[in-house]
């Protein structure tokens, strides 16, 4: 579980806005984390953060602005060749299954174009297609034969996984994978994914909106508050006790089922900016990214 | 937004560079030359035609080097004179286009305003009811995709030549001289019936379609939707569809109007109506440099000018321009 | 709360597609009463959408089919389009799921609103505005937003602007349709308390609040109504359905919800095996009887019946006995 096969070193992506204007964006500014191998870190944040600029820096659809990414200690950021190699290793999963199918192949086509692309031998073929399959508890006989419209998001979502289990992926971004899914099929989904981490060491990059889902299935937290980092940390340590008033808000916005929200607290989204600023004026000793306890960082200021 | 309006017109400049480049070099690449052309007509005497020709090459300045005739056609450009015609020689090209272009004016402007405006109603209407529509629907697919010429020539067929109601030939009669009396007035709406209904009608058309089918999108829009469950009624959904269904059908309208300029070649050719688009086909044909140049010169400033205002209307008529651009989203 | 607002009989509201009818709604039974909130849950294409939006704008291809939908004790499904829209707004009132897009991209906030309200005979003079102005206050939108296009608002604000729009005419029954789905969950909180607020200011009288999410539902609504495919499967007070649930599918649902103290690590959660059955010329039965482990024969022969098996708890279930005394779901 120790062994870093991924580390994110102060990332910054800077985008510009308007047709012609200089001004720029931080969309995701000095960000730091390590991934470990087998494990599910949640990356958490609302629309405009910056959590899926990471996943897609990561995966190299973007270039970042400044920092580095290493892989296997080796930059990926300014190695700009051996890119197939590096898909071998890192696949990303997103959020709309039926987009990521081609609708006029068969399910056993695509799976023969991973081999092609990605796979050198075609050894054990058929072998190891029927095992990822059987794996994400799919009859290979019944859905190889099938058009991706003819099957659910529940199902494409884990022929997606399966696919991953295929190539024997380091490292699997799922940008908001189970976003679409219908409550009583996301949990398996997640069930599905986290057994595969545990078995094979598989490290997982999960980017959601979710707070609930994040602390069902994670073992480190990141919390993202416009392109900054502000909270980072074992799930339950952060969950338990948030520092960062951003953090905080989150959690008491979560709606739980058995426990019902104070209806007396008013609850603006406009004071959370407020406080945050606040927040950042106030913490006159401690400055940065800081240890608050072991495996527990926060940002008390810019 | 002056930011934006000032990078529109840097790309229109630059635009515009290129085009007159391209209208300078383009007729001097085509095979044969003006001068030839020009000397058969004189071909009477024998010897001469070497010293005419010299001449006249001379005075068009076509036996300088090109760079130093391209140089010179900026030049002449910007104090606006455009040269002479080789083959209306010796007229000015500025006095032929300027011409030409009330023709074109008189005949366009009315046609595209007009079917603009009843394709605008008639589009609209087919749009919301299904039983207009079935029945509007064929005649307007039948104009749209109808050539000019080809609705020209059935005009002239059944008007001019099987009924003889109107004339088919001309902007106005062979005795009559041009100018500004009831005689000649009443003349030229008289040949002007066929040449701009066949414009008309085919425009109309094209407009009716696009109408029909943008209101129809806005009207299954959400936000038509919306006023309907707040219990609006038809005819207010339908004001607020129209107002967004019309939004291209200005921007269509504005570079229809800057095509004015160019003519409706087909049909000037098909009337023999002395518009621009005449004059280019006559200057085509006889390798008239300068009435080349001069013609598309037009055409490019038209269209560009019309391009620019379309840019500055939308941003007026519309709320999604002016604010994309300015940094408020 | 012993008034009902809403009282719907056996209401069947079919989708009309060429190869035949898909059941969206297939005969449901339920009521609401004055000063409640209803939460309607279920997964995507159990027809809590469809049923939000057919009883204020039935349009096709959705069909009524029979049954009845009585809003203050008379059939609203009767009723022609005209007699309906004088209810729309005043007696019933939606916050579609778009709200994104619900505002004409051309007209501004207050002539939108304007325009809708003359609509219901209500002058939109200083005074009514001042009503506006203050609901403006209520969800903590700035007065300026009035003269703002829709372009201008962010997705949060054009939410709380759709509550506000939508509530004008103090509606007795409100339709909110996946109102929180599209927002951020600091969003989320604000709007879900807000539509509590509204009901406790008698505001509004009561509402429909649609979502796939339960445990929101569980934060805001007095009774919690769950559908699968068309049907209901359990009605009953939020604390009961969360609690104490007696139907299979609420009961797998339920423990299918990640809990605030449940981690992967030490306790796994499960799902629902197989999908929802698709609604083309469905026949009897009941139709979770594909994924429920305690369906026997009479489950694929007849549509279970709602039975209300304590004051208040409704259910359809033939076999519920033997589930409610299972509790290792």
Redesign the interface.
């Given at each position: 579980m120790s062994e870093t096969i991924m580390k994110i070193d102060h990332l910054q992506k800077d985008f510009s806005i308007g047709l012609m204007s200089k001004k720029k964006v931080h969309a995701v500014n000095d960000v730091s984390f390590d991934i470990k191998k087998g494990e599910i870190i949640s990356l958490i944040g609302e629309s405009g953060s910056g959590k899926t600029t990471i996943g897609k820096l990561i995966l190299r659809l973007l270039r970042p602005s400044d920092g580095h990414i290493y892989y296997n200690d080796k930059d990926i950021t300014t190695d700009y060749k051996n890119k197939r190699d590096y898909y071998k290793k890192v696949q990303g999963i997103f959020q709309d299954p039926f987009a990521s199918f081609n609708p006029l192949f068969k399910i056993d086509r695509i799976f023969d174009m991973i081999f092609k692309n990605f796979i050198e031998s075609d050894k054990n073929k058929k072998e190891k297609i029927n095992d990822a399959l059987k794996c994400v508890g799919m009859n290979p006989e019944f859905i190889l034969r099938k058009y991706p419209h003819q099957l659910s998001g529940g199902q494409l979502q884990r022929l997606l996984i399966a696919r991953a289990l295929i190539m024997d992926v380091d490292v699997l971004v799922a940008d908001e994978l189970i976003s679409m899914l219908d409550a009583s099929t996301r949990i398996d989904v997640l069930n599905l994914l986290a057994s595969i981490c545990k078995e094979k060491g598989m490290a997982v990059l999960f980017v959601t909106h979710d707070l609930s889902l994040g602390y069902y299935i994670s073992d480190t937290t990141l919390i993202m508050h416009r392109g900054n980092l502000v909270e980072k940390g074992k799930t339950s340590l952060i969950y338990n006790n948030p520092v960062h008033p951003y953090t905080q808000m989150l959690l008491k916005s979560i709606p739980d089922i058995g426990k019902r929200w104070d209806k007396n607290e008013k609850f603006l989204p406009e004071d959370i900016n407020k406080k945050i600023d606040d927040f950042y004026k106030n913490s006159d000793i401690k400055k940065g990214f800081i240890e608050v306890e072991d495996d527990h960082k926060v940002l008390f200021s810019l | 937004m002056g930011k934006y309006l000032r990078k529109k017109l840097i790309i229109y400049l630059i635009t515009f560079f290129f085009a007159v480049t391209l209208d300078w070099a383009i007729p001097r690449f085509m095979p044969g030359d003006p001068i030839s052309m020009l000397l058969a007509r004189f071909n009477g005497l024998e010897n001469s035609s070497d010293i005419v020709r010299s001449t006249f090459t001379k005075s068009f300045g076509l036996d300088q080097p090109l760079i130093t005739q391209y140089f010179g056609f900026w030049k002449s450009l910007f104090t606006g004179d455009l040269g002479i015609s080789i083959y209306l020689y010796p007229k000015k090209v500025s006095e032929i286009i300027s011409q030409a272009l009330i023709y074109d004016i008189l005949l366009l402007l009315p046609a595209i305003l007009l079917s603009w405006i009843v394709g605008n109603k008639l589009g609209a209407r087919s749009g919301v009811n299904k039983k207009v529509d079935n029945i509007m629907m064929p005649f307007f697919y039948v104009l749209t995709s109808s050539p000019y010429f080809w609705f020209a020539v059935l005009l002239v067929f059944f008007f001019g030549v099987k009924l003889q109601i109107f004339p088919v030939n001309g902007a106005y009669s062979n005795i009559m001289i041009p100018g500004f009396n009831i005689q000649f007035i009443l003349d030229f709406l008289y040949h002007w019936v066929l040449p701009f209904l066949s414009l008309f009608m085919v425009m109309l058309g094209g407009w009716a379609i696009g109408m029909r089918n943008m209101i129809i999108y806005e009207m299954g829009s959400n936000y038509s939707k919306y006023m309907e469950s707040l219990g609006s009624s038809e005819k207010l959904i339908r004001k607020y569809a129209f107002r967004n269904a019309i939004l291209p059908q200005v921007t269509g309208l504005a570079l229809q109007l800057g095509t004015i300029v160019a003519g409706a070649f087909t049909t000037e050719i098909v009337f023999s109506y002395p518009g621009i688009g005449y004059i280019l086909l006559k200057a085509l044909l006889n390798q008239d440099y300068f009435l080349i140049q001069g013609c598309f010169l037009f055409i490019v400033i038209c269209v560009l000018v019309a391009n620019f205002l379309v840019d500055i209307v939308y941003m007026l008529i519309d709320p999604r321009v002016r604010f994309s651009f300015s940094g408020e989203v | 709360m012993t008034e009902k607002i809403l009282d719907v009989k056996d209401l069947k509201l079919y989708y009309k597609t060429l190869k035949g009818y898909v059941k969206a709604i297939d005969g449901i039974n339920f009521d609401i009463k004055r000063g409640e909130i209803l939460g309607i849950a279920g997964?995507?294409g159990c027809g809590k959408s469809t049923l939000g939006?057919g009883l204020?704008?039935l349009?096709k291809p959705l069909n009524y089919i029979s049954g009845q939908a009585n809003l203050n004790g008379k059939n609203i499904m009767n009723l022609k389009n005209k007699e309906?829209?004088?209810?729309?707004?005043?007696d019933i009132?939606?916050i579609?799921q778009?709200a994104m897009?619900?505002?004409?991209?051309?007209?501004k906030i207050k002539t939108f609103i304007s325009?809708?309200v003359s609509?219901?005979n209500i002058n939109p003079d200083e005074k009514f505005f001042d009503k506006v102005r203050e609901r403006l206050d209520m969800v903590?939108l700035n007065h300026s937003v009035l003269n703002n296009?829709s372009?201008?608002l962010s997705g949060?604000m054009k939410q709380r602007l759709?509550m506000v729009?939508?509530t004008l005419l103090d509606p007795e029954l409100l339709i909110c349709d996946e109102v929180t789905s599209a927002l951020?969950?600091?969003?989320?909180?604000?709007v879900?308390?807000m539509i509590?607020d509204f009901r406790d200011k008698k505001i509004i009288g009561s509402a429909i609040f649609i979502t796939?999410?339960?445990?929101?539902l569980?934060?805001i609504a007095d009774r919690i109504m769950v559908m699968y495919a068309g049907h209901i499967a359990e009605i009953a007070d939020s604390d009961t359905i969360?609690?104490n649930p007696k139907h299979p599918y609420t009961k797998?649902?339920?423990s299918?919800?990640?809990?605030?103290d449940?981690?992967?690590?030490d306790e796994?959660?499960?799902?629902?095996?197989g999908?929802p059955p698709n609604l083309l010329n469905i026949g009897e039965g009941c139709r979770f009887r594909f994924r429920c482990k305690y369906a026997t024969d009479i489950c694929a022969k007849q549509t279970p019946v709602q039975e209300e098996i304590s004051s208040g708890h409704t259910l359809a279930c033939w076999n519920y006995k033997k589930a409610g005394s299972d509790k290792n779901v």
């Open positions: - | - | 997964e995507s939006n204020i704008l349009k309906m829209n004088t209810l729309r707004f005043k009132s939606i579609p778009f897009d619900a505002f004409s991209p051309t007209k325009d809708i609509q219901h903590n296009y372009i201008e949060g759709v729009i939508s951020d969950v600091s969003s989320q909180r604000f879900a308390n509590g796939h999410d339960l445990s929101i569980y934060q969360v609690k797998a649902l339920i299918s919800l990640p809990k605030n449940v981690q992967y690590k796994q959660l499960s799902g629902i095996d999908t």
